[in-house]
C-alpha cells in the first residue's frame, strides 16, 4: 500500500495570496513529481526532484516553485495565485526511474 | 519525443459486458508502459505495468493489457465489467533516466445497468 499524503485536499482562496500545497511520503523514495490537472484533461508535469537538494521543472511551464529538503517532503508554493492556477495539483513519488510512481489523493485548488 | 494517444474520449458499457480500451505509444527505446485509474476527485491508482517479458500482463480488479510492440499499442481489456469500474482510465508512457511519465488524454468509462 503507497502511502503518499497531500494537504489541504480543497483550497479555495483570492487572487494574491501566497499558498504552500504540501505533500509528503513514508515509503522513502527518491523520485518526486507535482503534476497539473485540469477537470477531464491529462496530466501535466510540473516539477520533479530525483534527491534531497535537486529539483527541475517539467514539460508544462509553472509559476509555481518546489524545494527539497528532505526525502519525504515536496511542497509546491504559489507566490501570488491567479485565477489561472486554477486546477487539480497531483503528488506522486517512485522507488526509481524505471518503478511505477504512486499518487497522493490530489489538491483541488480554486482562486477567485 | 514520446507521446501517448488515447484514440476514445468516452465508452459507455453495459454492467457485465466486456470492456477494451486503446492505447497506442510513440517512443523511441523500449518503453516503461502503465495504465491508471481514476475515480471522480482522487488521485491515480496503478492497474498494471509492462516492463518486460510476457507481453500480456494482469492487473488488479480484472484488468489485463497486452503489449503489441508491431502496433506500438497498449490495449487495457476486461471481460466483465462491474458498475464499480466507472471512471477515467489513462495511459502512460515513460523510460528515460528520471522517470518522467507522459499521460494520455484518458478515457472516461461510464457503465450502464
Known amino acids: 500500500e503507497a502511502d503518499i499524503y497531500q494537504t489541504p485536499r480543497y483550497l479555495v482562496i483570492g487572487t494574491g495570496k501566497k499558498i504552500t500545497l504540501e505533500c509528503s511520503q513514508t515509503m522513502g523514495h527518491d523520485k518526486m513529481y507535482w503534476y497539473q490537472q485540469d477537470p477531464g484533461m491529462e496530466l501535466h508535469l510540473i516539477h520533479y526532484s530525483y534527491g534531497v537538494n535537486s529539483t527541475e521543472k517539467g514539460d508544462l511551464s509553472s509559476e509555481s516553485t518546489v524545494s527539497r529538503i528532505r526525502t519525504e517532503h515536496f511542497p509546491l508554493t504559489l507566490e501570488s495565485a491567479r485565477p489561472s492556477h486554477t486546477s487539480q495539483y497531483l503528488c506522486?513519488?517512485?522507488?526509481?526511474?524505471?518503478?511505477?510512481?504512486?499518487f497522493g489523493p490530489g489538491t483541488r485548488l480554486t482562486v477567485l | 519525443a514520446q507521446s501517448v494517444t488515447q484514440p476514445d474520449i468516452h465508452i459507455t458499457v453495459s454492467e457485465g459486458a466486456s470492456l477494451e480500451l486503446r492505447c497506442n505509444y510513440s517512443?523511441?527505446?523500449?518503453?516503461?508502459l502503465f495504465w491508471y485509474v481514476q475515480s471522480p476527485g482522487q488521485g491515480l491508482q496503478l492497474l498494471l505495468k509492462y516492463f518486460s517479458g510476457d507481453t500480456l500482463v494482469q492487473g488488479i480488479k480484472g484488468f489485463e493489457a497486452e503489449f503489441k510492440r508491431s502496433q506500438s499499442s497498449f490495449n487495457l481489456r476486461k471481460p466483465s465489467v462491474h458498475w464499480s469500474d466507472a471512471a477515467e482510465y489513462f495511459c502512460?508512457?515513460?523510460?528515460?533516466?528520471?522517470?518522467?511519465?507522459?499521460f494520455g488524454a484518458g478515457t472516461q468509462v461510464v457503465v450502464t445497468p
Open positions: 517512443y523511441g527505446a523500449t518503453p516503461y
Open positions: 502512460a508512457v515513460g523510460g528515460d533516466n528520471w522517470g518522467k511519465l507522459q
Open positions: 506522486a513519488s517512485s522507488m526509481s526511474s524505471y518503478n511505477e510512481q504512486f
